[in-house]
Structure formats: structure tokens, C-alpha cells
């Protein structure tokens, strides 16, 4: 079964808005999780990532936010800008280890409104 | 950090006909990885490749698909006999190095199987 899966497939967002993209997982062994943002065409392009032993992380312009008693994950973009229209993937490795294959998850398109 | 780069970027074949897809990195990492994602839906893992063997497969990785690393640079993932439903983007991914878990996606290959 998917381990990792997401509550929206799609996000509509006012420009200059916060946007909050969610994915839930089923795997408690899961020890990292990363978010990533594929444009059209393009590869997936790592956004940030957070260790199972964290609740929060921040980078520019984006939070990641761990809740390991119900296993969701979320990020939030800050001022959400055009160039943030993307699709959003949330992926796991279930392992502590690295060099190990990632799990994805479906994916959430956010389109930004200018 | 760079990713690396594939060749071809599109790729159009008949069905029952061999494809080589090509990643090349850009430093000299040990770990890579091939995912695939058909239209639409979720990145899958294939394949991961450490000091020019296979470490780790999915079910998806059958024997119609193999890798190799032919010249010590040059990456590669062959499909035997392409099926219709081996039409995706095609990306090869590779890790820091560092026994760390981010991993950075190249641009994709996308096949088409008709």
C-alpha cells in the first residue's frame, strides 16, 4: 500500500498569501522527510527536509511542520509568489540510513492567482 | 548543489525496441538513483547504484531493465523491449555523498512508447 499520500491534489492561493500544502504518511518508522517542487517539465528540486526527531524546520520563505502523533507533515510558503506555481511532492525514507530510495507521495499542484 | 544532467531529453520509440537513457554526473558521486513518473502521477523508484552495482530495486525494475556505468562516468538505464506503458520521465538522481538523505534530480528523460 502508499505510504506517503497528500489531502489535496490541488491548492489555489492568492498571490502574496501563505499557502499550506499537507501530506499524511502511515509509515511510523519513516525517520526523514523532504519536500520537493517539480515544475513543468522539469525534475523534482529539493525545497527542505526535516528528521523525524524535529517538529519544525525553516528555510527562506518556507516552514516545515512535523506531527509524528498523527503522522502529518506540512509546508508552508510564505507570501506565496508566481513563481511558487508548481506541483508540491512530500517524500519519505523509511530508513535512518542514507543513500536509500525515497517513497513519494502524489502530489499537490498550487497555482498561484496574481 | 548541482544535479546531473540526462541525455536524450526526449526520447520517441516503438514498441518491442530498445532505449538507452543516459545520466552523467557532474562530480563523482558513488550513489545513484533512477525513479520514474508516468504522467500525472507520482515519482517511483527503479533503481539505486553504488560503486557500479545494483543496491537496491523495485518491483518495477524487471528484467526488461537493466543499469550499467559502461565508462565509469556515464550512467545508464537500458529498457529491452519498451511496452506502451513504459511511456514516463525517465530522472536520474544522485545523493551529497555524505551518508546524508537529500537527493538531487536531473531534468528527466521523457520516453514515448508508441
Known amino acids: 500500500g502508499e505510504s506517503v499520500g497528500l489531502h489535496l491534489p490541488t491548492l489555489s492561493v492568492q498571490e502574496g498569501d501563505n499557502s499550506i500544502i499537507n501530506c499524511a504518511y502511515s509509515?511510523?518508522?519513516?525517520?526523514?522527510f523532504i519536500w520537493y517542487k517539480q515544475e513543468s517539465g522539469k525534475g523534482p528540486q529539493f525545497i527542505i527536509d526535516?528528521?523525524?526527531?524535529?517538529d519544525k524546520r525553516q528555510g527562506q520563505r518556507v516552514t516545515v511542520l512535523l506531527n509524528k502523533t498523527v503522522k502529518h507533515l506540512s509546508l508552508q510558503i510564505a507570501a506565496t509568489q508566481p513563481g511558487d506555481s508548481a506541483v508540491y511532492f512530500c517524500a519519505e525514507n523509511i530508513r535512518s540510513s542514507g543513500n536509500t530510495p525515497l517513497v513519494f507521495g502524489k502530489g499537490t499542484r498550487l497555482s498561484v492567482i496574481a | 548543489e548541482p544535479e546531473v544532467t540526462q541525455t536524450p531529453s526526449h526520447q520517441v520509440t516503438q514498441m518491442g525496441q530498445e532505449v538507452i537513457l543516459r545520466c552523467v554526473p557532474i562530480s563523482n558521486h558513488l550513489y545513484f538513483y533512477w525513479y520514474r513518473q508516468i504522467l500525472g502521477q507520482k515519482v517511483e523508484f527503479l533503481v539505486s547504484f553504488y560503486n557500479n552495482e545494483i543496491s537496491e530495486k523495485s518491483e518495477i525494475f524487471d528484467d526488461q531493465f537493466s543499469v550499467e556505468r559502461p565508462d565509469g562516468s556515464n550512467f545508464t538505464l537500458k529498457i529491452r523491449s519498451t511496452k506502451l506503458e513504459d511511456s514516463a520521465m525517465y530522472f536520474c538522481?544522485?545523493?551529497?555523498?555524505?551518508?546524508?538523505?537529500?537527493?538531487?534530480f536531473g531534468p528527466g528523460t521523457r520516453l514515448t512508447v508508441t
Open positions: 509509515n511510523s518508522a519513516s525517520d526523514y
Open positions: 526535516i528528521r523525524s526527531n524535529m
Open positions: 538522481a544522485r545523493d551529497t555523498g555524505t551518508g546524508r538523505h537529500e537527493q538531487y
